[in-house]
Nanobody, 124 residues
Protein backbone atom coordinates (compact mmCIF):
# COMPACT_ATOMS: atom_id res chain seq x y z
CA UNK A 1 0.00 0.00 0.00
CA UNK A 2 0.87 3.64 -0.43
CA UNK A 3 -0.14 6.30 2.10
CA UNK A 4 -2.13 9.18 0.61
CA UNK A 5 -2.88 12.64 2.01
CA UNK A 6 -5.31 15.07 0.35
CA UNK A 7 -5.13 18.85 0.65
CA UNK A 8 -6.48 21.96 -1.05
CA UNK A 9 -10.12 21.77 -0.07
CA UNK A 10 -12.01 24.76 1.22
CA UNK A 11 -14.90 27.14 0.69
CA UNK A 12 -15.47 28.76 -2.69
CA UNK A 13 -18.33 30.55 -4.40
CA UNK A 14 -20.15 29.01 -7.34
CA UNK A 15 -18.19 29.54 -10.54
CA UNK A 16 -14.88 29.58 -8.72
CA UNK A 17 -11.96 27.17 -8.77
CA UNK A 18 -9.98 24.95 -6.44
CA UNK A 19 -7.07 22.59 -6.95
CA UNK A 20 -6.87 19.48 -4.81
CA UNK A 21 -3.60 17.67 -4.22
CA UNK A 22 -2.94 14.09 -3.19
CA UNK A 23 0.56 13.46 -1.87
CA UNK A 24 1.91 9.92 -1.75
CA UNK A 25 4.43 8.68 0.78
CA UNK A 26 6.47 6.37 -1.44
CA UNK A 27 8.89 6.63 -4.33
CA UNK A 28 6.93 3.85 -6.03
CA UNK A 29 4.04 6.25 -6.66
CA UNK A 30 4.46 5.77 -10.41
CA UNK A 31 3.31 2.12 -10.27
CA UNK A 32 -0.22 3.11 -9.22
CA UNK A 33 -3.18 4.27 -11.21
CA UNK A 34 -4.83 7.10 -9.29
CA UNK A 35 -8.29 8.50 -8.89
CA UNK A 36 -10.64 10.85 -7.07
CA UNK A 37 -13.96 10.03 -5.43
CA UNK A 38 -16.37 12.22 -3.52
CA UNK A 39 -19.15 11.79 -1.00
CA UNK A 40 -21.76 14.45 -0.34
CA UNK A 41 -23.66 14.61 2.95
CA UNK A 42 -26.32 11.91 2.96
CA UNK A 43 -25.17 10.51 -0.39
CA UNK A 44 -23.17 7.50 -1.53
CA UNK A 45 -19.53 7.83 -2.48
CA UNK A 46 -19.16 8.32 -6.23
CA UNK A 47 -16.40 8.18 -8.79
CA UNK A 48 -15.10 11.53 -10.05
CA UNK A 49 -11.94 11.02 -12.11
CA UNK A 50 -9.05 8.62 -12.68
CA UNK A 51 -5.80 8.44 -14.61
CA UNK A 52 -3.26 5.82 -15.57
CA UNK A 53 0.24 5.35 -14.18
CA UNK A 54 1.80 7.65 -16.73
CA UNK A 55 -1.12 10.07 -16.84
CA UNK A 56 -1.75 9.26 -20.49
CA UNK A 57 -5.26 7.88 -19.98
CA UNK A 58 -7.94 9.80 -18.08
CA UNK A 59 -11.55 9.13 -17.14
CA UNK A 60 -14.25 11.40 -15.75
CA UNK A 61 -17.79 11.06 -14.56
CA UNK A 62 -20.29 12.86 -16.77
CA UNK A 63 -21.11 15.56 -14.24
CA UNK A 64 -17.56 16.96 -14.13
CA UNK A 65 -16.46 16.57 -17.76
CA UNK A 66 -15.26 19.87 -19.15
CA UNK A 67 -14.89 21.38 -15.67
CA UNK A 68 -12.42 19.15 -13.80
CA UNK A 69 -8.96 18.03 -14.89
CA UNK A 70 -7.01 15.20 -13.28
CA UNK A 71 -3.22 15.11 -13.57
CA UNK A 72 -0.16 13.71 -11.85
CA UNK A 73 3.48 14.59 -11.35
CA UNK A 74 5.30 11.34 -10.68
CA UNK A 75 8.54 13.17 -9.92
CA UNK A 76 6.76 14.85 -6.99
CA UNK A 77 4.68 11.79 -5.99
CA UNK A 78 1.57 13.94 -6.29
CA UNK A 79 -1.80 13.79 -8.05
CA UNK A 80 -4.01 16.82 -8.67
CA UNK A 81 -7.62 17.62 -9.38
CA UNK A 82 -8.16 21.04 -10.91
CA UNK A 83 -11.80 22.01 -10.38
CA UNK A 84 -13.20 24.92 -12.37
CA UNK A 85 -16.70 26.35 -12.73
CA UNK A 86 -17.65 24.84 -9.40
CA UNK A 87 -21.30 24.27 -8.59
CA UNK A 88 -23.05 23.86 -5.23
CA UNK A 89 -23.70 20.23 -6.13
CA UNK A 90 -19.92 19.67 -6.15
CA UNK A 91 -19.94 20.13 -2.38
CA UNK A 92 -18.57 16.93 -0.84
CA UNK A 93 -15.64 15.30 0.87
CA UNK A 94 -13.14 14.40 -1.82
CA UNK A 95 -11.02 11.27 -1.46
CA UNK A 96 -7.83 10.27 -3.21
CA UNK A 97 -7.40 6.61 -4.16
CA UNK A 98 -4.66 4.39 -5.58
CA UNK A 99 -5.38 1.28 -7.61
CA UNK A 100 -4.01 -1.21 -10.08
CA UNK A 101 -5.37 0.45 -13.22
CA UNK A 102 -7.44 3.47 -14.14
CA UNK A 103 -10.16 1.48 -15.91
CA UNK A 104 -11.00 -0.47 -12.75
CA UNK A 105 -10.96 2.73 -10.68
CA UNK A 106 -13.97 3.95 -12.67
CA UNK A 107 -16.01 1.23 -10.98
CA UNK A 108 -14.38 1.70 -7.59
CA UNK A 109 -12.65 -1.67 -7.80
CA UNK A 110 -9.02 -2.75 -7.35
CA UNK A 111 -8.39 0.07 -4.87
CA UNK A 112 -5.49 -0.53 -2.52
CA UNK A 113 -5.29 2.78 -0.65
CA UNK A 114 -7.56 5.68 0.33
CA UNK A 115 -6.71 9.13 1.59
CA UNK A 116 -8.47 10.67 4.59
CA UNK A 117 -10.51 13.11 2.51
CA UNK A 118 -10.67 16.88 2.14
CA UNK A 119 -13.84 18.99 2.34
CA UNK A 120 -14.94 21.08 -0.63
CA UNK A 121 -17.83 23.47 -0.07
CA UNK A 122 -19.31 25.53 -2.89
CA UNK A 123 -21.68 28.33 -1.92
CA UNK A 124 -24.39 29.73 -4.15
Amino acid sequence: QVQLVESGGGLVQAGGSLRLSCAASRRTFNIYAMGWFRQALGKEREFVAALSRSGGNTYYCDSVKGRFTISRDNAKNTMYLQMNSLKPEDTAVYYCAAGSNSYSLQAGSAIGSWGQGTQVTVSS
